[in-house]
């Protein structure tokens, strides 16, 4: 197979200082909004040919700066730690920076890219595709064949096996000599000595997509550790720059870039553990205009420390296209330990899609649909009223941050320090406390965050068009509407709005999905008319996953937002909804979901190590009143 036939050209389808808004409300201000009252568990629990390419993998000597870049429009300020704080992180930094160490890590590296552009390359029969989710997966017999190394009598067992040969006379392998029968991958399994019978899991996945990019600009995203934290905070809890053993040199040039690092990975649920891994990351150009980027854990290496969690060659294979675009193969291959994920959410984990390449290559074009709507000269689609260009600017800053934080604060990062609630029924009911002192996006103090996932059998498209609605804060379950031609109920679900009237005032489109916008929500008072509140929410969905965030901001940090203030000094919490399908489907409209419900709130008398129990019991009756009501709205519908 020639490079052409898999990169043929196609188009894609696709100031005001320190003032503070009011970011969340307490929870005796909640509770007073009216009481629901605890529930029990059952309530709450609802051509494989690929074409010879010489590739030159020394560093090069002399490069050209390639175009860079700029942080200056993709949001908000990333923390990145540049200190080395953890001891395993500065043995791995002492080990890999030894000389005959650096070595093996550039071999290591080498080979990996080689792999990785093989894998994205590759058709039948070494990728097969699941009909029922429209995904690919590796073959794990095909793998074995084309990067393991298996003795010639286990490939002949191999053969016999396809063909469907009787078996009565295959060798009993309690008798055979292990160096005659011998198979050794490059990227070894993780040991399970300790946990006999509990093998661990292989998830393979592959997604190809268009991005609006330049290739030198994505190849930078992926190598440059702040970008590349900005990009995907969706996927990336925390991640650090351990040593970079080659480099061009050059500014923005990251041709023959060699570096370890350490990174976490999460999916938008606490009941899923963060995946953390010590890898090498690789770039090179392959060609004018064709990049790679590998990743290879160093487990292999260095047996420190233990982790449940490898990344056998993953990355892309970049090709830029002549209309500016780019053809984004991405491919992912791990080796993980799933045994402590929750019984609701393994069909999911496990079937490679929770991590899945598809996550990878979506978060990139939602990043372009991003950038593309920051820089838009055209004006917002509104019924009410306009917003400035600078008003647009603040406000979708705004936007990333709270969805960043969002997805950072409902993951189970080790950053999260989850606790279980100590009520009966309700052990799925997790919280945290998180402490800000000199944040200026933050509310000062102590906050609490409680989050819980439930499975419901409905289509998670059919729960984003519930939940996104900002009408449906207040409306009661009696009262119908049509919305995208799909009939639901409006519900009431948020308390602060209770008994009182919202609209939609304005809107700004994100994406070419109808419900992919940041809007601003207004909150009224039913008697006096009088405006309580803004709620500023952002709603996304794509194939992987749908997401409603929001926060309450009142009316003074709302009006300097929209004159174009700074978005960094506008204090908020984020709370609201994630929703994955409970197992991958190639049809959104079919299927159940996992919807994730997260509060955050502010609390005076909490602490790290106490949280009153009235809190506690506020909470779990509005987030046990918020699943059941829409439970019953959606098992409702069409009544």
């Not at 201000?29 to 590739?55: C, H, P």
């Not at 690919?136 to 286990?154: K, P």
């Not at 198979?183 to 609006?212: C, F, H, W």
């Not at 994730?596 to 509005?622: D, K, R, S, W």
Request: one cysteine or more.
């Amino acid at each position: 197979m020639k490079f052409s036939e898999n990169f043929e050209e196609r188009e894609p389808s696709h100031e005001v200082s320190n003032f503070v808004g009011v970011s969340a409300a307490s929870s005796s201000g909640i509770a007073n909004g009216g009481q629901l009252g605890l529930n029990t568990r059952e309530e709450l629990q609802m051509d494989s040919s690929i074409s010879q390419i010489e590739v030159d993998m020394r560093i090069p000597q002399h490069a050209t700066p390639s175009q860079q870049v700029s942080l200056e429009n993709m949001g908000s300020n990333v923390q990145v730690a540049s200190n080395i704080s953890r001891a395993s992180d500065l043995l791995m930094a002492v080990t890999s920076s030894a000389e005959v160490n650096r070595m093996k890590i550039s071999e290591l590296a080498s080979e990996a890219m080689e792999e990785l552009t093989k894998l994205a390359l590759a058709r039948e029969p070494l990728w097969q595709c699941d009909i029922e989710s429209n995904t690919e997966f590796l073959s794990d017999i095909e793998y074995l064949r084309e990067f393991g190394h298996i003795s010639t009598s286990l490939i002949e067992i191999i053969r016999m096996v396809e063909v469907g040969d009787s078996q009565s006379d295959l060798p009993r392998f309690g008798s055979i000599n292990n160096s005659e029968f011998s198979m050794e991958s490059e990227y070894r399994p993780i040991s399970t000595t300790n946990q006999p019978g509990k093998p661990v899991s292989l998830e393979s996945s592959r997604a190809i997509d268009y991005v609006k990019m330049k290739a030198v600009n994505i190849v930078q995203l992926l190598m440059d550790l702040k970008q590349w934290l900005l990009v995907f905070p969706n996927i990336v809890s925390r991640a650090k720059v351990v040593g970079v053993l080659s480099s061009t040199r050059f500014e923005g040039n990251y041709d023959g870039t060699l570096q370890v690092m350490t990174a976490e990975f999460h999916a938008p649920t606490p009941l899923i553990p963060a995946r953390e891994s010590y890898f090498a990351r690789y770039s090179k150009q392959l060609d004018r205009g064709m990049w790679v980027v590998v990743d290879v854990s160093l487990e292999k290496l260095f047996q420190f420390p233990s982790t449940n969690f490898r990344r056998q060659p993953s990355g892309c294979l970049i090709q830029e296209m002549s209309n500016g675009c780019s053809k984004v193969i991405w491919v992912e291959h791990v080796e993980v330990d799933n045994r402590m994920v929750h019984n609701m959410c393994k069909p999911l984990v496990s079937s490679g899609f929770a991590f899945s390449a598809k996550r990878w290559v979506s978060t990139l074009v939602r990043q372009c649909e991003w950038l593309a709507t920051l820089n838009s000269t055209s004006p917002p689609t509104s019924d009410c009223m306009f917003v400035s260009r600078a008003g647009r600017k603040s406000l979708l800053k705004l936007s990333e941050r709270m969805m960043r934080s969002f997805v950072a604060d409902i993951s189970a990062s080790t950053e999260n320090k989850w606790r279980a609630l100590p009520v009966f029924g309700a052990e799925d009911v997790k919280v945290t406390t998180k402490t800000s002192l000199n944040d200026p996006g933050k509310p000062p103090g102590t906050t609490l965050l409680f989050a819980t996932s439930v499975h419901l059998p409905v289509p998670r498209t059919q729960i984003y068009n519930l939940l996104r609605n900002g009408e449906s804060r207040i409306m009661v379950c009696t009262v119908h509407l049509k919305f995208d031609n799909v009939p639901l109920k409006r519900i009431q679900w948020d308390m602060m709005s209770y008994e009182k009237d919202t609209r939609e005032i304005a809107y700004i489109a994100t994406g070419d999905h109808p419900g992919n916008r940041v809007s601003i929500i207004e909150v009224e008072n039913g008697v006096t008319k009088e405006i309580e509140v803004f709620y500023f929410q952002e709603s996304y969905t794509d194939s992987n996953g749908s997401y409603i965030v929001y926060a309450p901001i009142d009316q003074f940090a709302m009006s300097a937002l929209l004159d174009g203030a700074n978005p960094d000094h506008v204090a908020i919490l984020a709370s609201g909804f994630s929703i994955l399908p409970d197992r991958p489907m190639a049809n959104d409209e079919s299927g159940g979901s996992l919807l994730t419900l997260a509060l955050h709130i502010t609390e005076g008398g909490a602490t790290e190590e106490y949280i009153p129990p009235q809190t506690v019991q506020n909470i779990l009756n509005i987030i046990a009143g918020t699943v059941i009501q829409i439970t019953e709205v959606l098992s409702n519908d069409g009544e």
